[in-house]
């Protein structure tokens, strides 16, 4: 973890909820790094913290897959940062990764809110 | 899949690009620059987690590492040429003799001979007092096969030539008669055609013969329809019924080209006491070779009572068949072998020392890497992957510079040796040399890799980092060192002893009194067919047109006939009384020798009493003999033998000799076996079919062969001639010079090569230890110590080294001397003047390796050496 500045609110990200973020974040056009982790943090209410070491690394197995694309690019203030866009195949797996998501939380949903069938505790 | 990898350094741009755009816009959500730059540092984090997180993502990190560790390796040797340069070459010089010996070893001693279960396959033979391998007379072989119970076969070999009848003439060609079941007892099988059938070895059986497969290549085109086809064989048509294997081979026949059954004797061949036929036979299942042994002399007892045989001490004698054939160089090629093991140990540790000189002057890295984080088993991995890689290079270059010398040692055995080393042909890098080079390519790794990991472990590394490290000698690496160099001087001590003794040996053994002229001769072997000369007065007219036809040549000085050239074999023998002196059966063993009038003094032999043959000693007159010094001390001691008569059985017929001269001894038999009495009886008496002429030339005798082989086709064309050469070139490749030369100039070679490897390596401990001293040196000089005094020091240093290796390597070369013992001819095996020798070599050898270095510590500048650190 890289800082002690952690706020306390913040949750750690779910193994492997990361690259269904990085997925929708893309969505909505091509971004580079920074502009995907602040993404990330601002819809998420600033519940997420993005570890940047996990969010490069994410992005690079994603590109390896082929899911997403990566091309050096100059940012709207004038500097150079590397753009990465979705691919066909990446759509693919983010409707793909996005049902199953919300499979599981239903089935969590379900579990948590659920009255406990058994005897009291 | 196959696109180019993303480097290290896009990815940390990427990141740099990550920083400045979140610095960006904090700056822009108010903060000021600094204070941006830094909160983006912090809030990313880690930046060289993150880089190392790219660089390790999908790689297997022990061989990233082994990789890595090869990369420096190899930056590491290449840096130092010189260094790797040496290492690879002595690492290759001492594989390469190793695994070259071992090959020969593998070939003669390991791998199976071709036949079917070849452990079961025994010589079975007479042996008389003195003499194993004695053979076989035809009716005791008849008696063996059928009363003995345990071979499941037993069967006789016998050597002889033919004339074989070419496009161009005749020719003398080797062949084999054996009886008919020789080859299913081998358990050999034509590849062509069949086998001898049941009663072709019957007597009156048909004129058939099997072909081996270089006769079939060489003479027949290698033909497929050869079989059925007849070859014309000492005036008698052959059908040839068939061809033995590529891989068939038999070493006690040497190169035999024709395989006929035995099914027409001789006259003599009748007797019981004529004894040419060599047993081979198969072990039954279960029959220990002690046991058919004792069953064997049981057998042969039986059959001399029953026969009322005397005159010989006969023992019958059961050998495993391999040990006949390898049994006399199994000694050498072990020596051999053991010689070259030396020097690849001492390559080893000349080589591991170089290495621990390398890995003492990096000290300093191995200590810095330790600082930064370098774990010890990371450190020792570094070194033990630089140890592999340099024992790689260098036993694959030693397992090249191996092949080269087995092709090279295999071409050096004349041919007519080799004809009876069959195995030479399995020389090379099989299955079992493979496996002997990896195993020494592995040991040599594994000395490589421990010696600077062994150095690195006790080495701690805040040592290392201090300066101070540097000037002080560490105690380890001068007792490794030192005690390295020891072993290597010992070895190389051992090593020269050997060559000093074989050197010796081979010189005793080539200036061993021949009794005779050997230089200016040449030499060639005649055939006479039998049709065409029959009675011995026909013969007789021919030895005499021979000797005259040839004396007449240009150069040529003198020239006579033998029926057996002088070093060759003490044998045949013949077993002789003393006529007029009472006869017990004692067993008066002497060589025989027919030979024309002319052909004592053509030799040179020197007569010591009486006379040598004439003209009138034929046929027609009363046998006379001459003998030699020997036989005569040894029969007639204190009497003049002149005028006293030999009685003996010559082919067959009683017959008498009476003594009509003495010569001094000639060597009939090999260099290094003691003079046998010897009888020589005229060739024009006895009516040889098979001889050699022997041609004294005025100059070169190798100028004469040419015309001695023309002018005896012109006596007559049907003569056979084979194998024309100077008699000195014979001598000088008989077995007992060339294996005593082969140990010689080898073990010469190991030991020439260990001697340079011990005093370069002393050199290498002095000249280190000098330069490691140099402040302790300039001290001493400043505080007035003399040159003189520098010199004794760095000389008394090496002085002691070279003493504890000389004492050492003395003491085990005793033990190895005393091992190679019986392989030393007319030298002591702990000769003093070899030791000697060998002392003073090594002791000059250290002293020039010491002189430089000491030269070099005298002549430090005080005033430097204590300013340079």
Same mark, same amino acid.
């Given at each position: 973890?890289p ?25 909505f ?20 913290? +993005? ?9 690079? &197995? ?7 694309s ?13 753009f990465?866009?979705?691919?066909? &195949? ?12 919300? &499979?599981l ?15 009291? +505790? | ?9 896009d ?28 909160r ?19 790689r ?41 010996m ?34 076989? !007379? ?27 009848r @070419? ?13 008919g079941?020789?080859?299913? @007892?081998?358990? $050999? ?16 059986g048909?004129n058939? =013969? ?14 497929p329809?050869?079989?059925?086809s ?27 080209e ?36 004792t ?45 070259a ?23 300093h ?45 295999? /071409? ?26 990896l ?11 421990? @010696? ?12 290392g ?8 000698? !560490? ?11 020891? =072993? ?18 081979? *010189? ?6 021949l ?14 067919p ?5 009675t ?7 030895y ?10 240009p ?11 002088p ?10 009384q003393? $006529?007029?002196?009472? *006869? ?21 032999a ?14 027609? /007159? ?28 010559e ?6 000799w ?8 000639v ?24 001889? @050699? ?23 007559n ?34 030991a ?16 280190? #230890? ?52 019986s ?20 002791g ?14 005298? #002549? ?10």
């Open positions: 973890m800082s002690q500045s952690n706020p306390g609110d913040r949750i750690a990200l779910l193994q492997g909820t990361l690259d269904l973020l990085i997925l929708k974040t893309l969505l056009g091509a971004r580079h790094g920074q502009g995907i982790a602040r993404s990330i943090q601002r819809q998420s209410e600033e519940v997420f913290f +993005v570890d940047h070491g996990s969010l490069y690394l994410a992005l690079q &197995r994603l590109e390896d897959r082929k899911w997403i990566a091309k050096w690019g100059v940012s709207e203030n004038n500097r150079k940062a590397r990465y866009s979705l691919t066909a &195949r990446g759509r693919e797996q983010l409707t793909e990764k996005t049902s199953e998501w919300q &499979r939380t239903r089935a969590m949903g379900l579990i948590l809110d659920g009255e406990p069938s058994g005897e009291e +505790v | 899949m196959f696109r180019r990898k993303r480097s290290s350094d990815f940390a741009e990427e990141i740099r690009a990550h920083l400045a755009l979140e610095a960006d816009e904090l700056q822009s959500e108010g903060l000021s620059e600094d204070e941006a730059q830094r983006a540092k912090v809030e990313f984090g880690s930046v060289q987690t993150a880089r190392e997180r790219f660089y390790l993502r999908g297997v990190a022990w061989l990233d590492d082994l990789l890595r560790d090869l990369q420096f390796a190899v930056r590491q040797l290449t840096k130092r040429p010189g260094f790797t340069f040496v290492a690879i070459l002595v690492l290759a010089l001492g594989i390469g003799a190793s695994v070259a071992f090959a020969f070893v593998n070939a003669a001693l390991l791998e199976p001979l071709p036949y079917k279960d070849p452990g079961r396959i025994m010589s079975v033979n007479e042996s008389d007092t003195g003499l194993p391998g004695w053979p076989l !007379s035809y009716p005791d072989f008849l008696d063996w096969q059928a009363r003995n119970k345990s071979f499941s076969s037993l069967d006789v070999y016998t050597g002889s030539g033919y004339l074989l @070419t496009g161009s003439g005749m020719e003398a060609v080797k062949g084999e008669r054996v009886s079941g020789f080859f299913q @007892t081998l358990g $050999v099988h034509p590849m062509l055609g069949r086998d001898f059938n049941p009663g072709e070895d019957q007597p009156g048909p058939v =013969v099997l072909l081996s497969y270089q006769a079939w290549v060489r003479r027949f085109g290698a033909r329809d050869v079989t059925g007849t070859v014309d064989l000492d005036n008698q048509v052959y059908t040839i019924i068939g061809v033995l294997p590529r891989s068939f081979s038999f070493a006690l026949s040497g190169g035999a024709f395989w006929a059954p035995i099914n027409r004797l001789s006259p003599h061949e009748h007797f019981r006491t004529f004894y040419t036929f060599f047993g081979i036979g198969r072990l039954r299942e279960g029959v220990t070779v002690q046991a058919a042994r069953e064997m002399r049981t057998i042969s007892a039986q059959l001399q009572r029953q026969y009322a045989v005397t005159g010989r001490d006969l023992n019958a004698s059961v050998l495993p068949y391999s040990e006949v054939v390898v049994g006399n160089i199994r000694p050498i090629l072990l020596m051999l072998l053991g010689g093991c030396l020097l690849l140990l001492i390559a080893c540790v000349n080589v591991g020392s170089l290495v621990l000189v390398r890995s003492e002057s990096r000290r890295e191995i200590a810095v890497r330790g600082a930064l984080g370098a774990t010890p088993a990371r450190l020792i991995r570094q070194f033990v992957t630089e140890g592999l890689l340099l024992a790689g290079l260098g036993s694959a270059t030693g397992i090249a510079f191996a092949a080269v010398l087995m092709r090279l040692l295999s /071409h050096m055995v004349p041919k007519g040796m080799a004809s009876h080393m069959p195995f030479l042909d399995g020389v090379g890098l099989n299955a079992h040399t493979v496996v002997f080079a195993a020494t390519a592995f040991l040599s790794s594994l000395l490589l890799a421990v @010696t600077p990991v062994s150095r690195l472990s006790v080495q701690k590394v805040r040592d980092l201090m300066d101070g490290g540097r000037s002080a000698v !560490s105690g380890f690496w001068r007792r490794l060192g030192a005690n390295l160099v020891i =072993v290597e001087l010992a070895i190389a001590v051992m090593l020269l002893t050997g060559a000093g003794l074989f050197g010796q040996s081979l *010189y005793r053994l080539l200036h061993v009194p009794g005779f002229d050997a230089n200016h001769l040449a030499v060639v072997e005649v055939s006479v039998g049709s065409v000369f029959k011995k007065e026909q013969s007789a007219g021919l005499r047109e021979i000797v005259q036809r040839v004396t007449s040549l150069g040529v000085e003198s020239a006579g006939l033998t029926s057996k050239l070093v060759e074999c003490n044998c045949p023998t013949d077993g002789i003393i $006529v007029g002196r009472p *006869y017990h059966g004692e067993h008066n063993e002497v060589n025989e020798r027919h030979v024309g009038e002319s052909y004592l003094p053509a030799l040179h020197t007569l010591m009493r009486g006379r040598f043959f004439t003209a009138e000693d034929d046929a027609s /007159h009363p046998g006379v003999a001459v003998i030699n010094q020997t036989l005569a001390r040894k029969y007639f001691p204190g009497a003049d033998p002149i005028g006293q008569r030999i009685a003996n059985d082919a067959g017929k009683p017959s008498v009476q003594i009509v001269g003495v010569i001094d001894d060597r009939e038999g090999p260099l290094d076996v003691a003079i046998a009495p010897t009888e020589y009886f005229p060739i024009s008496q006895t009516g040889d079919p098979f001889f @050699t002429l022997a041609a004294r030339s005025a100059q070169d005798a190798n100028t004469l062969l040419p015309e001695l082989v023309s002018a005896l086709h012109q006596v064309l049907d003569l056979g001639v084979s194998n024309e050469v100077t008699l000195n070139e014979k001598i000088g490749t008989t077995q007992a010079a060339l294996l005593h030369r082969f140990s010689a100039w080898l073990v010469g070679g190991f020439a090569t260990a001697l340079i490897l011990g005093v370069v390596g002393l050199y290498g401990v002095v000249a280190y #230890s000098v330069g490691r001293r140099t402040r302790e040196i300039g001290v001493r000089m400043a505080l007035g110590a003399q040159r003189g005094s520098v010199y004794r020091l760095v000389i008394r240093q090496a002085g002691w080294l070279t003493l504890a290796g000389l004492a050492i390597g003395l003491i085990c070369s005793l033990g190895t001397s005393m091992l190679m013992r392989l030393l001819f007319g030298v002591r095996a702990w000769d003093p003047a070899t030791l000697f020798g060998v002392a003073a070599l090594l000059l050898g250290s002293m020039a390796a010491s002189f430089l270095p000491a030269r070099r510590a005298a #002549s430090i500048d005080p005033n430097e050496a204590l300013r340079s650190e």
